[in-house]
């Protein structure tokens, strides 16, 4: 059925996003090289493949390999990915340039998701950091990496909203806030794709997943969606959009279903609200073999429909289904797709291409000296450090535990993640070494050699990888009675624990959230023996650790924080750096109360009432374990004296004063709240809508000001228009999204 046909009466607007083209300065170059290809040729453009491993040696003999090989040849190919360093690049580019008929180069992607072989925390740590320029500087970090080893493409940042810490891959995002979620999109796109896609130190970026994968019903990896406009517009949606006003050169769909229809097939998504809509001028790379999954997913009989439904609904390059290059030409033929719709696409495709500066020099980022000198390279490592210093929050601290003095005497350590040098770097580090990190051992040695290391029960059993499940200790207690007995005479202990790196990330949903293995078992002794235990964790998405945060005096979330980790845990430990971030995500009191997140409706019935016709548990409170934005620091900070100037109602004026109440210098997230209470679309309790980091010397006052616009006034409604509403507006600003200081305003 061809585009026209499907859509003839209903949705002709539609038709007017397919055939207008991204106006680019490119525009001739592109339309001359259009003209010069055969239609196999355009195909080609439109098909990604993963790589093969023999590609630099003799051609490959046989099977997937060699049919790559000849496609290659052909100018059938796009684009490779997971074909990385500056040998394998070099030699795939030059048998496309040098051997297919009109030599157009290659974009070569891969998934640096959080650094090439530097590798700064995972993305879910850094949005703790709440730093935008820090965020920026890493994403270019790992650009200058990966464009040193030939990539010239990184399939990130992930921008999901999620709530629900059971999905692995909440590691991958910004956390549950769509305001948070959308400045550090745009942080990480100007990161990796700077002023200019063609300079050597950049790469084009890829939003990812379109849309609402974050949503995965139960946190099951790969599960339906079933999201609401509402939620849609206002809480999934703005990050994409923002990556679009960023200039993001491509966007990625996903492996859901949307409101039962797969998002890879989404006309409604791709071609109505990204390419119509917000006037995206990149291009749409599908999931992995996604097009083809339309197949199981049972929206498309065979691949050859799989083909049909993605190139029509905007899908633009295929990866590794090979639906585009089996199905395409025939279809066009057949009749059943417009050429114009492959045109269209290609042309997307050669923009990104040429803005990368790849038709005047395809090898441009293959410099075998870059490769050498770039990779681990010094500043990176001192780049990814304040990355990692910046990511960490104090979650609690008691009594002053922290920070430890430099002289302090007779410290434990306990913990198997303490001297892991492998699962601190985090999942989704495809081509760093393994064990490269600076353990947390490590970091402490820079301090002190006056302490005792004591590993406990093993946590984890075997190798670990990217592909397969860690498998967990949980009946080996061996080393459970040494740490107990260490622990009775230590003055302080180190108490290291948390999920291994791997064990969040893609495939690797969880039920429950709690400490894996024989780790909580291991505190709790410990406590019964020594009660002074700094908990430091290290984990890659919300968890619930009820009882420690009630039981032991200090907890510092330390996620997984990349090559420097030790480093960045030693100066927070030893109070050399005032740990400043601030959660990103919800951490629920249990699994149950999930999804949980700050910005909820309220029920009619949220007050609290002796009888049970109230919204709560029977056996749990409402509130979080830790809310949204919250996280301590060395410092004390007190908020004052609101102003609010709403003459203008098209700027309003808001300021506080912050004042840090303690002895030393710390920095402050200053966020700010807004809460619409009567609104035709019913608004969240509140909704983040500003926020500063902002540095405070002992004892010093900041005034922090902030401008309401219809930006963050507005909400879009049901029709995706956005809606200001005048009336009352209560505000909050403070320190987390529980607590601050409360003021109201009419916006006339
Ligand atoms: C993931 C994508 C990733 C792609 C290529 C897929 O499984 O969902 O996020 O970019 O693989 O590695």
Known sequence: MSLLNRYKFSLLPILASVFMHAQSTYDAKIDALLAKMTLEEKIGQMNQYNGFYDATGP???????????????????????????VGEVRKLQELVVNESRLGIPLLFGFDVIHGYKTLAPIPLAEAASWDLEAIRQSASIAATEAAAVGLNWTFAPMIDISRDARWGRVM???????????????????????????????????????????????????????VGTNTLYNFVLPPFEAAVSANVSSVMNGFNLLNGVPVTASS????????????????????????????????????????????????????????????????VEEGKVDEEIINEAVRRILKVKFELGLFDDPYRYCNLEREKELLYNKAHQQGVLDMAKKSIVLLKNQGKLLPLQKDQKNILVIGDLADDKNSPLGSWRLASDNDTAVSVLEGLDQYTKDYKFVQGPK????????????????????????????????????????????????????????????????????????????????????????????NLPAIIEAWQLGSQTGNAIAQVLFGDYNPSGKLPMTFPRSVGQIPIYYNHYSTARAKEEPIVFWTHYTDEKNEPLFPFGFGLS????????????????????????????????????VQLYLNDPVSRIVRPVKELKGFEKITLGPKESKKVSFSLTHKELGYYNQDYRWVVEPGSFHLMIGSNSQEGVHASFILE
Do not use: C
């Not at 490959?60 to 074909?83: D, F, I, R």
């Not at 100037?645 to 030393?664: F, G, L, M, Q, Y």
């Open 459 to 550: 946590y984890f059993n075997d190798d670990t990888d990217f592909l397969y499940h860690v498998k967990i200790n949980s009946d080996d207690r061996s080393g459970m009675e040494e740490a107990i007995e260490a622990a009775k005479s230590a003055e302080t202990i180190v108490l290291v624990v948390g999920e291994h790196g791997f064990m969040s990330g893609e495939g690797r949903s969880r039920t429950t959230i709690g400490l894996p293995g024989l780790q909580h078992e291991l505190i709790r002794k410990i406590h019964a023996v020594n009660k002074n235990i700094i908990l430091v964790m290290m984990n890659g998405r919300p968890l619930t650790i009820p009882w420690e945060a009630e």
């Open 59 to 85: 051609a490959p003999q046989g099977g997937n390999a060699a049919l790559k090989y000849e496609h290659l040849k052909k100018g059938w190919v796009g684009s490779m990915l997971n074909v990385h360093g």
């Open 172 to 226: 991958e995002g910004a956390g549950e806030d769509p305001y948070l979620g959308a400045k550090i999109a745009i942080a990480r796109i100007q990161g990796f794709q700077g002023n200019d896609l063609s300079a050597p130190n950049t790469i084009a970026a890829t939003a990812k997943h379109f849309a609402a994968y974050g949503f995965a019903e139960a946190g099951k990896e790969y599960n339906t969606t079933e």
């Open 268 to 331: 409604f998504l791709q071609r109505d609200i990204l390419k119509g809509k917000w006037n995206f001028n990149g291009f749409v790379i599908s999931d992995w073999s996604s097009i083809g999954e339309l197949v199981p997913h049972g929206y498309a009989k065979d691949l050859k429909e799989a083909a049909e439904l993605g190139a029509e609904a905007g899908s633009d390059m295929d990866m590794e289904s090979k639906a585009y290059i089996q199905h395409l030409k025939s279809l």
């Open 634 to 669: 060395y410092a004390n900070f007190a908020y004052s004296d609101v102003q609010i100037d709403a003459a203008k109602p098209e700027n309003i004026k808001v300021s506080v004063v912050v004042t840090n109440t303690s002895d030393v210098a710390g920095e402050e997230v």
